[in-house]
């Protein structure tokens, strides 16, 4: 039997995953199926569930986020309308509060975009200066078995002898970012000893 994979589960109902559980345990009883076998089957099926779950939180905590930046927009606009429905209406005048307007809308729209897009990176310290960091960053996503891959990779800073720079990563959304935090975190706790991942912020 096939396992479901992450985005089957995303879209599975409970009474399917249950029917899912159910058709394995009816297999093992009509089949000579070792029973480490079966262990490891519901091992690998709960790894995908609490996988699935850690996506869930993560998409969750993206849209508050979404919404507040939203919110923060909104008041802006809503009190430079305030201003702008004040000023003088004169033809001489009216020139000059239309184009202040613009201008702090399109400055605040900026400001939302930069917030946004910090929080699609994460930093990565201690990786030793001369390595492939695209590549590293890529085995890592392998190691932590985060799906996704980053559109940037970037060293922070002027390089210096016998010091590291920290590695700046860049993926296409917030949530994959979060993703990407949590699987590591993750790993980091199952083996504090691994030498295959270093710090993340």
């Given amino acids: 039997m096939d396992l479901p994979s992450i985005s089957d589960i995303n879209t599975m109902k409970r009474d399917d995953l249950r029917g899912v559980l159910i058709d394995i345990i009816k297999k093992r ?68 509060p239309s184009v202040k307007f613009a201008d702090v809308v399109k400055q605040s729209v900026r400001s939302v975009f930069h917030d946004d897009k910090s929080k699609n990176e994460i930093i990565m310290s201690k990786v030793k200066e001369g390595e492939n960091d695209q590549q590293y960053v890529t085995n890592v996503c392998k190691i932590i078995h985060f799906e996704g891959q ?18 700046r990563v860049t993926f296409s959304s917030p949530f994959d970012a979060r993703v990407f935090r949590a699987r590591f975190v993750e790993h980091r706790k199952a083996d504090e000893n691994a030498d295959d991942t270093k710090g993340v912020h």
């Fill in 150 to 167: 980053p559109t940037d990779v970037v060293r922070l800073g002027r390089k210096k002898d016998g010091h590291s720079r920290p590695l």
């Fill in 29 to 96: 009883n009509n089949a000579d199926t070792p029973g480490d076998s079966l262990k490891n089957t519901l091992h690998v099926i709960l790894c995908e569930i609490k996988a699935c779950n850690e996506e869930t939180k993560a998409l969750k905590e993206e849209i508050a986020t979404l919404k507040l930046s939203n919110e923060a927009l909104c008041k802006e606009l809503s009190e430079l309308k305030c201003v702008s429905s004040s000023a003088p209406t004169s033809a001489s005048k009216d020139s000059t």
